[in-house]
Protein backbone atom coordinates (compact mmCIF):
# COMPACT_ATOMS: atom_id res chain seq x y z
CA UNK A 1 0.00 0.00 0.00
CA UNK A 2 2.76 2.23 0.44
CA UNK A 3 4.13 2.34 -3.25
CA UNK A 4 0.71 3.82 -3.84
CA UNK A 5 1.29 7.39 -1.45
CA UNK A 6 5.01 7.54 -1.86
CA UNK A 7 4.99 10.43 -4.23
CA UNK A 8 2.53 12.36 -0.93
CA UNK A 9 6.10 12.18 1.18
CA UNK A 10 8.14 13.00 -1.81
CA UNK A 11 9.29 16.72 -0.60
CA UNK A 12 9.19 18.07 -4.11
CA UNK A 13 5.40 17.32 -4.20
CA UNK A 14 4.72 18.84 -1.10
CA UNK A 15 6.49 21.93 -2.65
CA UNK A 16 3.96 22.01 -5.33
CA UNK A 17 0.73 21.40 -2.97
CA UNK A 18 2.02 24.14 -0.51
CA UNK A 19 2.51 26.88 -3.75
CA UNK A 20 -0.29 25.71 -5.55
CA UNK A 21 -2.63 26.40 -2.17
CA UNK A 22 -0.79 29.85 -2.00
CA UNK A 23 -1.58 30.65 -5.74
CA UNK A 24 -5.01 29.48 -5.09
CA UNK A 25 -5.65 31.54 -2.17
CA UNK A 26 -3.66 34.85 -4.06
CA UNK A 27 -5.59 34.15 -6.86
CA UNK A 28 -9.22 33.95 -4.64
CA UNK A 29 -8.37 36.89 -2.98
CA UNK A 30 -7.44 39.14 -5.62
CA UNK A 31 -11.03 37.41 -7.55
CA UNK A 32 -12.67 39.07 -4.11
CA UNK A 33 -10.97 42.03 -4.52
CA UNK A 34 -12.29 42.52 -7.94
CA UNK A 35 -15.59 41.50 -7.25
CA UNK A 36 -16.29 43.56 -4.07
CA UNK A 37 -14.65 46.82 -5.42
CA UNK A 38 -17.42 45.99 -8.63
CA UNK A 39 -19.78 45.75 -6.02
CA UNK A 40 -18.35 49.25 -4.12
CA UNK A 41 -18.88 50.68 -7.40
CA UNK A 42 -22.20 49.20 -7.82
CA UNK A 43 -23.60 50.29 -4.11
CA UNK A 44 -22.22 54.10 -5.20
CA UNK A 45 -23.55 54.32 -8.47
CA UNK A 46 -27.02 53.12 -7.03
CA UNK A 47 -27.01 55.33 -4.65
CA UNK A 48 -26.11 58.28 -6.34
CA UNK A 49 -28.98 57.30 -9.04
CA UNK A 50 -31.04 58.10 -6.02
CA UNK A 51 -30.43 61.92 -6.08
CA UNK A 52 -31.00 62.78 -9.18
CA UNK A 53 -29.09 66.61 -10.09
CA UNK A 54 -30.77 70.07 -9.36
CA UNK A 55 -32.24 71.78 -12.36
CA UNK A 56 -29.55 74.39 -12.27
CA UNK A 57 -26.72 72.11 -12.55
CA UNK A 58 -26.15 70.78 -16.11
CA UNK A 59 -24.85 68.09 -17.62
CA UNK A 60 -21.93 70.46 -19.14
CA UNK A 61 -21.16 71.76 -15.24
CA UNK A 62 -21.07 67.93 -14.78
CA UNK A 63 -18.52 67.34 -17.26
CA UNK A 64 -16.41 70.24 -16.52
CA UNK A 65 -15.97 69.35 -12.61
CA UNK A 66 -15.29 65.50 -13.44
CA UNK A 67 -11.96 66.55 -14.77
CA UNK A 68 -11.12 68.07 -11.60
CA UNK A 69 -9.11 66.02 -8.56
CA UNK A 70 -11.31 65.31 -5.56
CA UNK A 71 -9.00 68.06 -3.07
CA UNK A 72 -10.38 70.27 -6.02
CA UNK A 73 -13.83 69.48 -5.93
CA UNK A 74 -13.78 69.80 -1.95
CA UNK A 75 -12.42 73.27 -1.96
CA UNK A 76 -14.78 74.52 -4.37
CA UNK A 77 -17.98 72.74 -2.22
CA UNK A 78 -16.30 75.05 0.46
CA UNK A 79 -16.81 78.06 -1.45
CA UNK A 80 -20.60 77.11 -2.12
CA UNK A 81 -21.33 75.87 1.01
CA UNK A 82 -20.12 79.69 2.35
CA UNK A 83 -22.43 81.27 -0.09
CA UNK A 84 -24.98 79.07 1.07
CA UNK A 85 -26.03 77.29 -2.30
CA UNK A 86 -25.95 73.58 -0.96
CA UNK A 87 -27.50 72.28 -3.65
CA UNK A 88 -24.51 73.32 -5.60
CA UNK A 89 -22.47 71.74 -3.08
CA UNK A 90 -24.67 68.18 -2.36
CA UNK A 91 -24.08 67.97 -6.50
CA UNK A 92 -20.40 68.57 -6.13
CA UNK A 93 -20.16 65.95 -3.02
CA UNK A 94 -21.99 63.62 -5.41
CA UNK A 95 -19.48 64.01 -8.73
CA UNK A 96 -15.97 63.80 -5.82
CA UNK A 97 -17.67 60.17 -4.43
CA UNK A 98 -17.76 58.84 -8.01
CA UNK A 99 -14.34 59.99 -8.72
CA UNK A 100 -12.76 57.86 -5.53
CA UNK A 101 -12.05 54.82 -4.86
CA UNK A 102 -10.68 55.76 -1.55
CA UNK A 103 -12.66 54.67 1.74
CA UNK A 104 -11.38 57.17 4.24
CA UNK A 105 -12.41 59.80 0.77
CA UNK A 106 -16.00 58.44 0.58
CA UNK A 107 -16.36 58.72 4.45
CA UNK A 108 -15.41 62.30 4.39
CA UNK A 109 -17.50 62.82 1.63
CA UNK A 110 -20.92 60.92 2.93
CA UNK A 111 -20.16 62.81 6.30
CA UNK A 112 -19.98 66.44 3.83
CA UNK A 113 -22.80 65.57 1.96
CA UNK A 114 -25.25 65.10 5.15
CA UNK A 115 -24.84 67.55 6.46
CA UNK A 116 -25.40 70.09 2.93
CA UNK A 117 -28.41 68.13 2.75
CA UNK A 118 -29.31 68.97 6.31
CA UNK A 119 -28.98 72.78 5.98
CA UNK A 120 -31.11 72.72 2.32
CA UNK A 121 -33.64 71.37 4.55
CA UNK A 122 -33.61 67.25 3.14
CA UNK A 123 -33.59 65.69 6.49
CA UNK A 124 -34.65 61.73 5.50
CA UNK A 125 -31.89 62.07 2.77
CA UNK A 126 -29.37 64.09 5.10
CA UNK A 127 -30.11 60.62 7.47
CA UNK A 128 -29.80 58.38 4.71
CA UNK A 129 -26.30 59.82 3.74
CA UNK A 130 -25.01 59.81 7.76
CA UNK A 131 -26.29 55.92 7.82
CA UNK A 132 -23.48 55.36 4.51
CA UNK A 133 -21.02 57.30 6.33
CA UNK A 134 -21.46 55.63 9.73
CA UNK A 135 -21.40 52.25 7.47
CA UNK A 136 -17.54 53.21 6.22
CA UNK A 137 -16.27 54.63 9.50
CA UNK A 138 -18.50 53.48 12.58
CA UNK A 139 -16.33 55.71 15.20
CA UNK A 140 -17.37 58.64 13.20
CA UNK A 141 -18.82 60.65 15.93
CA UNK A 142 -19.45 63.97 13.99
CA UNK A 143 -21.97 61.94 11.95
CA UNK A 144 -23.42 60.61 15.07
CA UNK A 145 -24.46 63.27 16.42
CA UNK A 146 -25.93 64.80 13.18
CA UNK A 147 -28.09 61.28 12.85
CA UNK A 148 -29.20 62.06 15.95
CA UNK A 149 -30.51 65.63 15.71
CA UNK A 150 -32.06 64.63 12.33
CA UNK A 151 -33.57 61.85 14.41
CA UNK A 152 -34.65 64.78 16.92
CA UNK A 153 -36.06 66.83 14.27
CA UNK A 154 -38.12 64.01 12.38
CA UNK A 155 -39.42 63.62 16.75
CA UNK A 156 -38.18 59.85 16.61
CA UNK A 157 -37.04 59.90 19.56
CA UNK A 158 -36.50 56.32 20.65
CA UNK A 159 -33.94 56.03 17.08
CA UNK A 160 -31.77 58.79 18.41
CA UNK A 161 -31.75 57.81 21.81
CA UNK A 162 -30.74 54.40 20.40
CA UNK A 163 -28.22 56.46 18.51
CA UNK A 164 -26.65 58.06 21.20
CA UNK A 165 -25.76 55.12 23.12
CA UNK A 166 -23.23 54.24 20.22
CA UNK A 167 -22.01 58.02 20.90
CA UNK A 168 -21.82 56.96 24.39
CA UNK A 169 -19.20 54.22 23.90
CA UNK A 170 -17.03 56.77 22.01
CA UNK A 171 -16.21 58.27 25.39
CA UNK A 172 -18.69 61.03 24.25
CA UNK A 173 -20.42 62.45 27.48
CA UNK A 174 -24.15 62.27 26.91
CA UNK A 175 -26.02 63.36 29.85
CA UNK A 176 -27.37 66.61 28.71
CA UNK A 177 -28.17 65.11 25.33
CA UNK A 178 -30.03 62.23 26.89
CA UNK A 179 -32.06 64.48 29.25
CA UNK A 180 -33.18 66.67 26.24
CA UNK A 181 -34.40 64.08 24.30
CA UNK A 182 -35.95 61.92 26.87
CA UNK A 183 -37.64 65.62 28.27
CA UNK A 184 -38.66 65.81 24.16
CA UNK A 185 -40.36 62.49 24.15
CA UNK A 186 -42.27 63.04 27.51
CA UNK A 187 -43.28 66.12 26.15
CA UNK A 188 -45.08 64.52 23.15
CA UNK A 189 -45.97 61.35 24.79
CA UNK A 190 -49.56 60.61 25.63
CA UNK A 191 -49.79 61.13 29.53
CA UNK A 192 -51.56 63.11 32.38
CA UNK A 193 -49.77 66.78 31.88
CA UNK A 194 -48.64 66.77 36.09
CA UNK A 195 -46.73 63.50 34.98
CA UNK A 196 -45.18 65.49 32.12
CA UNK A 197 -44.07 68.11 34.45
CA UNK A 198 -42.82 66.13 37.13
CA UNK A 199 -41.09 63.52 34.88
CA UNK A 200 -38.87 66.66 33.23
CA UNK A 201 -38.25 68.13 36.24
CA UNK A 202 -36.60 64.97 37.48
CA UNK A 203 -34.48 65.07 34.13
CA UNK A 204 -33.19 69.03 35.00
CA UNK A 205 -30.23 67.77 37.43
CA UNK A 206 -28.60 66.90 34.07
CA UNK A 207 -29.81 69.37 31.77
CA UNK A 208 -31.25 72.68 33.87
CA UNK A 209 -32.43 74.88 31.00
CA UNK A 210 -35.52 71.96 30.97
CA UNK A 211 -36.71 74.10 34.08
CA UNK A 212 -37.14 76.51 31.12
CA UNK A 213 -39.14 74.37 28.99
CA UNK A 214 -41.39 73.21 32.32
CA UNK A 215 -42.26 76.58 32.88
CA UNK A 216 -43.31 77.39 29.10
CA UNK A 217 -45.99 74.71 29.85
CA UNK A 218 -46.98 76.00 33.15
CA UNK A 219 -47.40 79.43 31.25
CA UNK A 220 -49.27 78.06 28.06
CA UNK A 221 -51.69 76.19 30.70
CA UNK A 222 -52.21 79.03 33.00
CA UNK A 223 -50.95 76.63 35.89
CA UNK A 224 -50.26 77.55 39.12
CA UNK A 225 -46.19 77.62 39.38
CA UNK A 226 -43.85 75.53 42.54
CA UNK A 227 -41.46 78.70 43.07
CA UNK A 228 -38.56 75.63 43.93
CA UNK A 229 -38.59 74.18 40.57
CA UNK A 230 -38.16 77.88 38.78
CA UNK A 231 -35.68 78.40 35.94
CA UNK A 232 -32.64 80.76 36.84
CA UNK A 233 -33.80 84.09 36.30
CA UNK A 234 -31.25 85.01 33.27
CA UNK A 235 -32.77 81.25 31.61
CA UNK A 236 -36.20 82.87 31.47
CA UNK A 237 -36.34 86.58 32.12
CA UNK A 238 -38.10 87.31 28.40
CA UNK A 239 -41.15 84.97 29.75
CA UNK A 240 -41.78 86.70 33.29
CA UNK A 241 -40.96 90.46 32.75
CA UNK A 242 -44.52 90.84 32.96
CA UNK A 243 -45.79 88.71 35.40
CA UNK A 244 -45.04 90.81 38.47
CA UNK A 245 -46.35 87.43 41.02
CA UNK A 246 -43.35 85.58 38.92
CA UNK A 247 -40.67 88.92 39.60
CA UNK A 248 -40.94 88.73 42.94
CA UNK A 249 -39.85 85.24 43.12
CA UNK A 250 -36.65 86.63 41.89
CA UNK A 251 -33.68 88.19 43.79
CA UNK A 252 -32.07 88.97 40.59
CA UNK A 253 -34.72 91.66 39.48
CA UNK A 254 -33.33 94.39 41.44
CA UNK A 255 -30.01 93.62 39.27
CA UNK A 256 -31.59 93.64 35.92
CA UNK A 257 -31.17 97.34 34.30
CA UNK A 258 -33.40 96.90 31.44
CA UNK A 259 -35.97 95.61 34.52
CA UNK A 260 -35.59 98.97 36.58
CA UNK A 261 -35.71 101.22 33.55
CA UNK A 262 -38.77 99.06 32.17
CA UNK A 263 -40.40 99.26 35.48
CA UNK A 264 -39.66 102.99 35.68
CA UNK A 265 -41.31 103.48 32.58
CA UNK A 266 -44.18 101.92 33.36
CA UNK A 267 -44.52 103.80 36.26
CA UNK A 268 -44.20 107.56 34.68
CA UNK A 269 -46.78 105.90 31.96
CA UNK A 270 -44.65 105.80 29.42
CA UNK A 271 -44.99 103.53 26.10
CA UNK A 272 -41.91 101.43 26.38
CA UNK A 273 -41.06 97.34 26.59
CA UNK A 274 -38.84 94.79 26.69
CA UNK A 275 -37.51 93.33 23.74
CA UNK A 276 -35.19 90.17 23.38
CA UNK A 277 -32.97 88.38 21.17
CA UNK A 278 -31.14 85.07 21.63
CA UNK A 279 -27.14 84.82 21.02
CA UNK A 280 -25.41 81.59 20.98
CA UNK A 281 -22.20 81.75 23.38
CA UNK A 282 -20.62 79.01 21.39
CA UNK A 283 -21.23 80.61 17.39
CA UNK A 284 -22.19 83.73 18.44
CA UNK A 285 -25.28 83.34 15.85
CA UNK A 286 -28.24 85.26 16.96
CA UNK A 287 -31.88 84.68 16.60
CA UNK A 288 -35.28 86.68 17.28
CA UNK A 289 -36.80 83.55 19.10
CA UNK A 290 -35.09 81.26 21.77
CA UNK A 291 -33.50 78.07 21.21
CA UNK A 292 -32.37 74.70 23.52
CA UNK A 293 -30.25 73.77 20.45
CA UNK A 294 -28.20 76.38 18.36
CA UNK A 295 -29.77 76.19 14.91
CA UNK A 296 -26.59 76.74 13.69
CA UNK A 297 -23.70 75.26 15.43
CA UNK A 298 -26.35 72.48 17.26
CA UNK A 299 -24.81 73.31 20.48
CA UNK A 300 -27.44 72.08 23.36
CA UNK A 301 -28.28 74.75 25.69
CA UNK A 302 -26.04 77.78 24.67
CA UNK A 303 -28.60 80.25 24.17
CA UNK A 304 -27.81 83.75 25.55
CA UNK A 305 -30.79 86.26 26.03
CA UNK A 306 -30.01 89.73 25.50
CA UNK A 307 -32.48 92.63 26.73
CA UNK A 308 -33.38 95.82 25.43
CA UNK A 309 -35.95 98.85 26.32
CA UNK A 310 -37.80 100.04 22.93
CA UNK A 311 -40.59 101.63 22.21
CA UNK A 312 -44.19 99.72 22.66
CA UNK A 313 -45.88 99.83 19.38
CA UNK A 314 -49.49 100.58 18.87
CA UNK A 315 -51.08 97.79 17.82
CA UNK A 316 -54.06 99.16 16.02
CA UNK A 317 -52.16 101.72 14.49
CA UNK A 318 -50.06 99.42 13.25
CA UNK A 319 -49.96 98.56 9.20
CA UNK A 320 -49.75 95.75 7.67
Known sequence: ??????????????????????????????????????????????????????????????????????????????????????????????????NTNKKSHREFIFTALGKSYLKAGFLKRS?????????????????????????????????????????????????????????LK?????????????????????????????LEQLLLRNEPINEANLPKFEDCIDLIYQKPNLLDKFNETSNSFYLQLFDLAKKQNLRATLSFSYVCVECKSTYPLFFYRCPSCARLGSAKILSNIVEEKDEESATF
Open 1 to 98: MDFFFIEYRDPIFGLIVFFAVIFLIVGLSFLWGVVSKQNDKNKIKNFIAKFERTPNFTSEHENILQNLDTDTLFALAQVFSKNGDFEKVSNIYLIALK
Open 127 to 183: SEVFLEALKLGPRNTEALRYLIIIYEKLRLYDEALEALISLREHGVDTAVWAAYLKA
Open 186 to 214: ILHANIKFDDKIAQIYDLSKDFELLKRLN
